[in-house]
């Protein structure tokens, strides 16, 4: 396990045994805030580890999320759409932008500021819980009005 700055504080027992932003089970102690992991190196075979709840390596601007599960009585057509969202499970709705890329691929953006992040298998697949409920007409994702939003 190493810090962003590439200090090694500890060892983990395999990559695959670690989820993005998992706090429990690290084996790291020490003074200040919990420990988190932010990243995975799987060249290095390192597991990169930060220290407190809001550090920003946790969060991103953006996901990309495959077989999302939509409360509308259709799923959406291609273009963008306000929502609220749930990307984990017991967390509150949120709101957000989303908008097809590739089928099946969607980009979700949050509205109010950023978003955690969150291990692949919580949302790239068919099991993902989400909640969606469209508040707007769609729009172009490449209008002038949208631009600013694409990250």
Not at 6 to 13: N, P, Q, R
Not at 24 to 36: D, R
Not at 97 to 114: D, E, H, Q, V
Request: hydrophobic share 35%.
């Amino acid at each position: 396990m190493v810090t962003p700055e590439g200090k090694t504080i500890g060892e983990h027992v395999g990559l695959m045994f670690y989820t993005l932003g998992q706090r429990k089970g690290l084996g790291i102690g020490g003074a200040g805030e919990p420990w988190f992991v932010a990243a995975k190196d799987l060249t290095k075979n390192e597991l990169i580890v930060v220290q407190g709840h809001d550090h920003p390596l946790l969060y991103t601007r953006s996901l990309v999320m495959n077989d999302l599960s939509f409360t509308l009585p259709e799923r959406p057509k291609a273009g963008r759409y306000t929502c609220k969202r749930v990307t984990v499970w017991r967390t509150r709705l949120a709101n957000c932008a989303i908008w097809m890329m590739k089928p099946p691929s969607w980009c979700l953006t949050n509205r109010n500021g950023r978003l955690r992040r969150v291990s692949p298998p919580c949302c790239t697949t068919s099991t993902s819980v989400w909640a969606a409920a469209s508040s707007k007409r769609p729009t172009n994702p490449s209008s002038s009005r949208d631009k600013g939003n694409a990250v």
